[in-house]
C-alpha cells in the first residue's frame, strides 16, 4: 500500500527523485555513493571512472571525499575522472578556471593520479578544440564510459554547458553559453563583460552513456527549473528533460529545491492532505488564481474540480472555508506597521503597545532597505517611531572603477579649491589608474580603491536613511568582517560578526526588527546575514528581558516576493507613497542604470521594487480585497 500511495504521489515525475531535508545531508549521501563505487572497483581490480560538476552545488560533495580520504583512508590512487566542461578561452591558473576549482575542492588533498585528471582544454586555439574533443571523447570510450557523471542543473536546464537547443545525441564540442548563464557567472567575473562567451562541455550524448547519473540540486533558486526537469514535456529548451529517457538517473534534492514538485507544492492533487490552517489558505488562494475569481465567489464545483473535494467535505461547508480565508488574508492589511496606539490588536499583524516602539531594520547591503521596505521604513519613522538602520556590509565590491576615479578627482579638485595640498592624493589617484587599467576579472581591489568604493556606498546610504526621516544617530555601519575580503567570495561568519550584532541590539533594545528574507541563494549576502542577527538574537534572549518582546519581520522586494499565501503583514502604499520610496532609492545612484550585479532582471532596482509591490497589491486585489497601488510585504520569523 506504501508503494502505492507513492507511485501516486509521484506520478507527475517522470524519473527518479530523492530529497532530502537539507544539502548537508544529500551531499553527505552522494559522495558515500562515490566511495562505495571507487571501494568496489579496487576490490575488482579496476579503475572508477568519474565524470565531476563544478559550481557550488558539489562543493560540499567533494568536501566529504576529501573527509572520506583523510580521516577513513578512502584512496583515489584507482580513480580516473573526467570533467564535464570548462570556459573558452581560459587560463589553467585563473581564479575562475575549473582546473583551479577542481585542485582548491577536491584534486589537491586526495591521493589521485594527477595523469588520471582530464578537464577540457580552455588554452587552445581555436582550430585545435575540434579535436581535442574528439580525442576526449576516444579516451572515455576506451576507458569503457563513465561508470557515474554527477551533475549539477543551471536556471536555463543546462547540463555541462548543454544550453537550450542542445542536441540529446550531442558530443563534446565548444559551445555558446547562453545569456542567463553568463549573467550567472558575472560575480565570479566582475561583472556579465568579462564572462567567456563560449565555453568546451561534454555533449548530452557522452553523459547519457554514463552508466549511472545522478543530478543533483540545492535551493529555492533552482525549484522552478527542478520541476520544468522532472515534471516537463521533453525539449530542447530545456536539456535536462533529455535525462527523461535515461534508465540510470535519479534526482538528488534537498526540500528547497524540490519545493515546485506537484507533490510538494500542491499536494491536494495528488494525494488526501492534512490540512492544517497553513495548508488550507496555500489551497484557497491557489484556487482562486487558477479559476480567476476572488476568494468569496468559489464554489463547491471549483473545489470538486482542482482536487479539494477532500477540502470540502471534511471542512465545508466551502463558502464558511472561503470567508474564513478570506478574512485572515483581510487581517495582515495594516497601515500602521509599528502597531496602531489604543487599537484592538487581536486581529492586527502587530501589537498596538508600546505604542512607540524601538524598531530597526538591518539591511545586508547599503540600499537593501530602501529598495525592499522604504515605504514602510518611512511610514513608521512618520508614525513616531524610534526607528534605527544597520548597514551590515558596505557593498564595496558593487561599484564600477570608473565612479572611484571620478570621486577622487572630486577629492583632488575640491582640495585644490580651498588651498590644501594635493600632491599625496594626486600620487594615490595615479597608483589608482595604473591598477585599473591592468586590472584582471574579478582580481581583488587594492584598500584605497576599496575605501573609495565603501566611501561611496555609505554617504549614498546616509542620504537614503536622512531622506527616510532618521537622524544620522540612527544609522549604523558594522562593516562586518565576514564581508570584507574585497571579493565576490566571502570568509564564513565568525564570532566577531555576531558579536558586533549583539552589542548594537543590547544598544537598542528593539521591539521590531527587520531583515532580509531572500533565502533562494545558499550563499548569499542575505541568508549569511540573516544567520547572524539569528544567532545574536538568540545568545541576547538567554541574558535580556528585552528580547522576549522582541519580534522579528522578514521583508523581501529587489530580488522576489513572498507567496500570497505566506504574506502575514502587509503595508499599502499610496501612490505619494511609493514616489517617496523611490526617491530615497535615487539616493543610492551607483547602483542606478547599471549596477555591477544586475543579476538576471535588465529593470532598474527602482522598477523591480515598484512593479513587485505593485504586484502584491493587485495579487491581494484579485483575491478580492481592497485595491492599493502598491503593498510591501512581511513575513514574521519566531525565534
Known sequence: MARLNLLEETRYEKLPVTVYADQATASVAVAQRIAALIRTRQSEGKPAVLGLATGVTPIRVYAELVRLHQAEGLSFANVITFNLDEYYPMQPDAVQSYVTFMNENLFSHIDIDKANVHIPDGTLSQEEVAAFCLDYERQLSELGGLDLQILGIGRTGHIGFNEP???????????????????????????????PAKAITMGVGTIFKAREIILMAWSAKKA?????????EISGEVPATF????????????????????????????????????????????????????ILKLTEEDYNNHG???LAVEQGPVYQINIDIF?????????????????????????????RKRSIVFSPHPDDDVISMGGTFIRLVDQGHDVHVAYQTSG???????DVLRYMEFAIDFKESVGEDTAKLKGIYEDMRRFIDRKLPNQVDTPEIRDVKGFIRKTEAISGARFAGLPDSNIHFQALPFYETGKTKKNAVGEEDILLTMELLKKIKPHQVFAAGDFADPNGTHIVCFNIILAALQRLRETEDWVQDCWMWLYRGAWQEFPTHEIEMAVPLSPAEVLRKRN???????????????????????????????????????LGLAEYAAMEAFVRYHF
Not at 547562453?178 to 561583472?191: I, M, P, Q
Not at 539616493?587 to 532598474?604: C, L, M, N, Y
Request: glycine share 8%; net charge negative.
Open 165 to 195: 537547443g542542445s542536441a540529446p545525441n550531442s558530443g563534446t564540442r565548444l559551445v555558446t553559453l547562453d545569456d542567463l548563464t553568463r549573467n550567472d557567472a558575472s560575480r565570479d567575473f566582475g561583472g556579465k563583460q568579462n564572462v
Open 224 to 232: 522552478p527549473i527542478v520541476k520544468k526537469a522532472v515534471e516537463g
Open 243 to 294: 535525462l527523461q529517457l535515461s534508465d540510470h538517473v535519479e534526482f538528488v534534492l534537498d526540500e528547497d529545491a524540490a519545493s515546485g514538485l506537484t507533490r510538494f507544492d500542491t499536494p491536494w492533487l495528488v494525494k488526501d492532505c492534512t490540512w492544517d490552517n497553513a495548508l488550507r489558505k496555500k489551497a484557497v488562494i491557489w484556487l482562486s488564481a487558477v479559476v480567476g475569481k476572488p
Open 308 to 310: 479539494m473535494a477532500q
Open 327 to 355: 478574512n485572515q488574508v483581510q487581517h495582515t492589511i495594516t497601515g500602521w506597521p509599528g502597531g496602531k496606539p489604543g487599537a484592538d490588536d487581536s486581529q492586527r499583524p502587530e501589537r498596538a503597545e508600546p505604542a
Open 396 to 402: 564595496n565590491t558593487a561599484v564600477w572603477d570608473d
Open 584 to 622: 530615497a532609492i535615487f539616493k543610492h545612484q551607483s547602483q542606478k542604470d547599471r549596477p555591477v550585479f544586475p543579476g538576471d532582471d535588465a529593470r532598474e532596482f527602482w522598477v523591480r521594487a515598484e512593479d513587485r509591490n505593485r504586484e502584491t497589491a493587485q495579487s491581494y486585489d484579485k
